[in-house]
């Protein structure tokens, strides 16, 4: 029993890391793009339309689908399996790298109710993953 405890850890640990990596991928994409654009254009864009840099934040809609921004198929397959609220919290916490605090107060639910609801999603995550 202790064993398989700690294997559930393991994952656990693997699939955070996996979705932080995720994280860091479409980052240096955005950062990429700063790289390839003039900083004159770059400002003049900022100017022109400021809060553009929010075009790399997912809305709604997009997060309910979050398995399309993923470039793992395996992953991306288990984590269609989950509910749109499931995949709201993970993005919250992977992506925005906000806390269980933070996301709490944006959705009206407590932090542990938020805590709950993402290892949970993780515990589902790995139950789709092992059964591919």
Do not use: C
């Not at 994280?23 to 100017?47: A, F, G, S, V």
């Not at 790298?97 to 999603?121: C, F, H, P, W, Y």
Request: no cysteine; glycine share 4%.
């Amino acid at each position: 029993m202790s064993n398989e405890r700690e294997v559930s850890r393991m994952f656990i640990r693997y699939m955070q890391q996996v979705l932080r990596n995720e994280r860091i991928n479409i980052h240096q994409k955005y950062l990429k793009r700063i790289k390839e654009t003039p900083l004159e254009d770059w400002l003049l864009e900022e100017i022109a339309e400021p809060g553009h840099l929010e075009d790399y934040v997912l809305n709604n809609d997009e997060v309910a689908h979050l398995e399309s921004f993923i470039e793992d198929e395996r992953l991306a397959t288990a984590i269609a399996t989950l509910s749109t609220a499931d995949k709201m919290v993970l993005y919250q916490y992977y992506y925005s790298e906000l806390n269980d605090v933070e996301i709490g107060s944006r959705t009206g639910k407590t932090s542990q109710g938020v805590n709950k609801r993402r290892r949970r999603a993780l515990a589902r995550i790995k139950e789709a993953y092992e059964n591919m």
